[in-house]
């Protein structure tokens, strides 16, 4: 029963913000990297952002980094996004993910993880 579930998600202009979340549930989450990707029409899916449940350690793609914020409230077992300085380009489905068993550098990779929400819209206009 692990369920993951985003939301947040919506219209936005370019260099406005949004905050997406993502609530966790069904399994413990202390030893896993969480994650946020996203998928663009016609393109794969890509990185954005993992961070560390117990930890807290981070990391970003370069093309988010200094605009987006990944953070996670470990007590309410949801983790959030806070997307800044928006660009059209940022526009896509985004999507969290808990990764069981990663490393901090195939946390980078979508085959890694183990469990994805149904994702969230994030539709930026110019």
């Known amino acids: 029963q692990v369920q993951l579930v985003e939301n947040g998600g919506g219209l936005v202009q370019a260099g406005g913000s949004r905050r997406l979340s993502c609530s966790a549930s069904?399994?413990?989450?202390?030893?896993?990297?969480m994650g946020w990707f996203r998928q663009a029409p016609g393109k794969e899916r890509e990185f954005v952002a993992y961070?560390?449940?117990?930890?807290?350690?981070?990391w970003y793609a370069d093309d988010v980094k200094g605009r987006f914020t990944i953070s996670r409230d470990n007590a309410k077992n949801t983790m959030y996004l806070q997307v800044n300085n928006l660009k059209p380009e940022d526009t896509a489905v985004y999507y969290c993910?808990?990764?069981?068993?990663?490393?901090?550098?195939?946390?980078?990779?979508?085959?890694?993880?183990?469990?994805w929400g149904q994702g969230t819209q994030v539709t930026v206009s110019s």
């Open positions: 069904g399994r413990t989450f202390s030893g896993d990297v």
């Open positions: 961070i560390t449940w117990s930890a807290g350690g981070t």
């Open positions: 993910a808990a990764c069981q068993s990663c490393t901090l550098f195939t946390a980078r990779s979508q085959h890694a993880y183990d469990y």
